[in-house]
């Protein structure tokens, strides 16, 4: 089974809207880290917000928000006030702190986001 | 240095030849991990290590080798190149539990 699906594989948003990224998330595991990597079309991964499981509060950094709802496994990004360079691909991941392979990400497909003028 | 080197950032090989992928960290992270990502699959884990010495298989390891010798690098071995490993290959690090784990800047490999 999937242990994190991104459902869209494409969105569109007008600059300076809001938007957001679905990501649910699959484990049995009590301690996890969920993440968000942007990929420009350049090809580099650039980290945008993390949460754990175990944080109250919903992870914010600037114009980027982690919508974590624990009880649906659901762990959605949000852009604020979106701009043209927002377009990219966008991954949703997830660490499971209990596996043998410490610190290893399982990927979602990831999103395409365009932002259009 | 910062952070994560990958090399060659580009390369075409011709199938059955053997080719090494390297990667070098220099933030003394104890795990590192090579990924391959495929259209529409997002990035698969090919190989991993703990630390220093160990190394172990991801979810997809067949046709790739990886040693650790030393904290900072991690190669990634194709034995004998086939046209389905043409990829982009990212090295990644971190601590294991931290809150980011960094990622190379990619080799993209076209075998043929």
């Known amino acids: 089974a999937q242990k994190i699906t991104q459902t869209q594989p494409g969105m569109f948003v007008q600059e300076k809207e809001a938007v957001t990224l679905d990501c649910t998330y699959d484990t049995s595991d009590p301690s996890y880290g969920l993440f968000w990597y942007k990929q420009p079309s350049s090809g580099e991964m650039i980290f945008l917000i993390y949460q754990g499981s175990y944080d109250q509060q919903n992870a914010t950094e600037g114009r980027y928000s982690l919508n974590f709802q624990k009880a649906r496994k659901s762990a959605n990004l949000v852009i604020s006030a979106s701009q043209l360079g927002d377009s990219a691909m966008y991954f949703c991941a997830m660490r499971e702190d209990r596996g043998s392979t410490l610190g290893r990400l399982y990927f979602g497909r990831g999103t395409q986001l365009t932002v259009w003028p | 240095i910062a952070g994560i080197t990958q090399a060659p950032t580009s390369q075409i090989l011709a199938a059955g030849r053997r080719m090494t992928l390297r990667c070098t960290q220099d933030?003394?992270?104890?795990?590192m991990y090579w990924y391959r990502q495929d259209l529409g699959l997002g990035l698969r884990l090919i190989h991993y290590?703990?630390?220093?010495?160990?190394?172990g298989k991801g979810e997809v390891p067949d046709g790739y080798s990886v040693s650790r010798a030393n904290t900072d690098d991690f190669p990634l071995t194709l034995a004998s190149a086939v046209p389905s490993q043409t990829s982009v290959y990212f090295c990644?690090?971190?601590?294991?539990?931290?809150?980011?784990?960094?990622f190379g800047q990619g080799t993209r490999l076209t075998v043929v």
């Open positions: 933030m003394r992270h104890n795990a």
């Open positions: 990644a690090s971190s601590t294991g539990t931290g809150t980011e784990a960094f």
């Open positions: 290590s703990n630390t220093a010495g160990t190394t």
